[in-house]
């Protein structure tokens, strides 16, 4: 069992890094957020020699509100429930509610970090600026202009970082700024708010407005599925989780007959009908904003037509007065420290399993996904993949990898047909996913195993 720290600043800021002289023995993880730290645990237990490489001073990534480059704000919470959401081997505290806060998960998060002594490999303040092949290494070059040689590097970046930012005709004179940026409800006090997007974290902040601007609107393109948290009492993940396996064909139609009888007809609210089977999109786990709905507290608009200075005209013809518009429109995956081998690694098809770039041995991309499900499961599976990987050997390694360029892809969406969208272009479904690093984990030799050092 392990304890969570006592204060914030508990360890924080703290690390026993030593810089060592050479580098080409041991690999590099950028990133100190829950992708970086799942890989740091994995190489460390299979006695893989590395360096963790973060730009902020402490770790956490997205989770910390602090963090320069995150998106996150006062009000948020996981939209996957404790029990399912956990690294393998380090629950979430029972004492934690069913749908943890930004400030619990951070604690989760740093709590992980210390049980298993992981900020010893860490170096804190230390900003990526690109990394490139050089021969059979891959060169890491900081903003202090030092350049590393590495036997390999993992991407632990994340990808909720760079925003999208639509464009509509007219011009907008009032405040306006991407979700990104948000950070509590009081910014919304007095404002009349249109917030545009229909992602889990747009429908947060609408409700956030819903109960702080002085009018609030959400602007919608195109209409989504909305699933309660609970369900029965339990949380909504939990309670399919722990049921009979159902496959996807028959789980799709079962749970949008459940919909109808649970949430009802969208429409009812002014939200537009779903254009797509459930499940096709990223779930919208918000049923709070259906009851600002119902209460008028918040209105739906359809799509944005024009901007006119201080207004905002919408498709339906209709035109509302608008003090500050949030773009809650998401945000685009991409690795700059890459440079333009990042645009490339990204193109479909070039990163097998979301893990593996086809052409290029020994670099890893980790947390480079969405899905329907928790995403820490996920991530300690892809960590100890990727050790497992590495601890083949130069040869095996590439033998490994050829097989797996060459060999037909899995479905990893279980026969789902996703939107569209730059959202789901890295899309998984969770149980497929999970399955399928398991089966190829089952065929892998462990590493050496190292005891996590209690905290």
């Avoid at 509302?320 to 685009?332: C, F, K, N, S, W």
Wanted: glycine letters at 10%.
């Amino acid at each position: 069992m392990y304890c969570l720290p006592m204060t914030e600043n508990t360890l924080a800021h703290r690390s026993t890094f030593t810089a060592p002289a050479h580098r080409t023995d041991r690999y590099c993880i950028v990133g100190a957020g829950p992708a970086g730290l799942g890989a740091a645990r994995a190489f460390a237990q299979a006695g893989i020699p590395f360096d963790v490489l973060e730009r902020h001073n402490d770790v956490g990534g997205i989770w910390d509100i602090g963090n320069a480059r995150t998106p996150m704000y006062e009000t948020a919470h996981f939209i996957s429930s404790r029990t399912q959401s956990a690294f393998s081997d380090f629950p979430m505290p029972d004492g934690y509610p069913d749908y943890p806060s930004w400030r619990q998960i951070l604690e989760y998060i740093r709590a992980f970090a210390d049980h298993y002594g992981l900020r010893q490999y860490i170096q804190f303040g230390t900003d990526v600026r690109s990394v490139a092949p050089a021969g059979e290494q891959w060169e890491v070059t900081l903003a202090s202009g030092e350049r590393r040689q590495y036997r390999g590097v993992v991407l632990a970046v994340g990808h909720n970082w760079d925003p999208i930012t639509p464009t509509y005709p007219g011009r907008f004179d009032g405040e306006v700024y991407h979700s990104f940026a948000y950070r509590s409800p009081i910014e919304f006090r007095g404002k009349r708010v249109l917030v545009i997007g229909g992602g889990n974290s747009g429908c947060d902040i609408a409700c956030d407005a819903a109960t702080h601007a002085e009018r609030a609107m959400i602007s919608l393109r195109r209409g989504y599925y909305f699933l309660p948290k609970h369900i029965f009492g339990q949380p909504l993940d939990e309670f399919f989780r722990k049921g009979p396996h159902i496959p996807l064909w028959l789980g799709q139609p079962l749970l949008a007959i459940l919909l109808r009888v649970l949430v009802g007809d969208l429409t009812r609210y002014g939200l537009p009908k779903p254009d797509h089977k459930v499940l096709a999109s990223h779930p919208i786990m918000n049923t709070q904003l259906l009851h600002h709905l119902a209460h008028g507290d918040i209105v739906a608009k359809p799509d944005v037509r024009e901007l006119r200075s201080r207004s905002v005209a919408f498709a339906d013809g209709s035109d509302e007065p608008v003090d500050l518009i949030v773009y809650a429109t998401g945000y685009r995956a991409t690795i700059p420290c890459l440079g333009a081998l990042g645009d490339h690694v990204l193109e479909p098809g070039k990163l097998l399993l979301n893990i593996f770039p086809a052409e290029h041995p020994n670099l890893f991309v980790m947390g480079q996904f969405e899905t329907d499900g928790g995403a820490y499961p996920v991530i300690s599976r892809q960590a100890e993949l990727v050790a497992r990987v590495i601890s083949l050997g130069a040869e095996a390694q590439s033998r490994w990898l050829e097989r797996m360029r060459t060999t037909r892809p899995p479905d990893l969406a279980d026969g789902v047909h996703y939107l569209k969208t730059p959202r789901h272009a890295f899309y998984v479904q969770f149980d497929a996913y999970i399955h399928y690093l398991d089966k190829l984990l089952k065929k892998l030799p462990a590493g050496t195993r190292v005891t996590a050092r209690s905290g």
